[in-house]
Every structure is written in C-alpha cells, then in structure tokens.
C-alpha cells in the first residue's frame, strides 16, 4: 500500500510561484499514473495535472495550462507540481492521487480512476 504526503505549500502573493512536492512511501510507484488535484473552499475537487509512468505524457486542467508543471522522479519516488505566476483564484487544498492500474499512457483527469490519495497541502496566494 502506497502513502502519500504533500508538502511545499503555503501563503505566496498573486505572481509567485511555489513547488510542491509529493512523496511516495510503502512500494515504488513503477508505472502508476500520478495527478494533482485541488479543492477550494465552497468548490468541487478538481483535476489539475497529471503524468504517466514514464513522464512523457502529461495533462493540464484548463485553468493551470501554461502556468503549472507536473514532473516526477522515480528514483526518489517523488512527483512535483511546479506553479508559477499564482493567483487568488489558485487558492486551495492540493491533493496528490495516484493510479496504480492505468488504463492508457494518456493520464486521465478523472478523480474515480485514482485509487490512492494524499491528505492535502494548503496554498493560499494573497491579492
């Protein structure tokens, strides 16, 4: 059984950037498909990146395309989320998932095929 923790998280102001940093503990994550989600007060969780096993196939929610990248390193069982140029409306919980049986090497966007997930790191960007 894999256990996630998110880390990097924090208060930062509109424009800034910051990493977070997700590791993996309990197995290798091997060829699972990793994403990042993240929930807003009052909101639906929703589907920010993800990446496929091999780190090649990635995919971004609309509202994050062009201003947050997702990487990982599977020698230190660690997957990142990089995010630059923040905004308020960035603000939220960010959860690390993972997919431990992909279905394709296209990562999917959908929270019900991750079977495994972090407890969250707070980001809050100030206006």
């Known amino acids: 059984q894999v256990q996630l923790v998110e880390s990097g998280g924090g208060l930062v102001e509109t424009g800034g950037s910051l990493r977070l940093s997700c590791a993996a503990s309990g197995r290798a994550l091997g060829t699972d498909t990793m994403g990042w989600f993240r929930q807003a007060p009052g909101k639906e969780r929703e589907f920010v990146a993800a990446?496929?096993?091999?780190?090649?196939?990635?995919l971004y929610g609309d509202p994050v395309k062009g201003r947050f990248s997702i990487s990982r390193d599977n020698a230190k069982n660690t997957v990142y989320l990089q995010m630059n140029s923040l905004e308020p409306e960035d603000t939220a919980v960010y959860y690390c998932?993972?997919?431990?049986?992909?279905?394709?090497?296209?990562?999917?966007?959908?929270?019900?095929?991750?079977?495994?997930w972090g407890q969250g790191t707070q980001v809050t960007v100030s206006s």
């Open positions: 990446i496929g096993w091999r780190g090649g196939n990635t």
């Open positions: 998932a993972g997919d431990r049986y992909p279905q394709s090497a296209v990562p999917s966007a959908r929270q019900g095929v991750y079977d495994y």
